[in-house]
């Protein structure tokens, strides 16, 4: 078992509660990216209700 010794980074911390990975990959057909936009804009819609 490895030992860290304890530090604070807040904005490392912070980053991946306000970051988002999208699927991008060669093989990625159409279909796959208009759902990922498609799934996006309705999280970003939702989000901007609140």
């Not at 990922?36 to 209700?49: D, F, G, N, P, R």
Request: hydrophobic content about 35%; glycine content about 2%.
């Amino acid at each position: 078992m490895e030992n860290f010794l304890p530090f604070s980074r807040p904005d490392t911390e912070r980053s991946p509660a306000r970051s988002c990975t999208l699927p991008l990959f060669p093989d990625m057909h159409d279909g796959d990216a208009d759902r990922v936009v498609t799934t996006l804009q309705a999280i970003m819609e939702a989000a901007s209700c609140h």
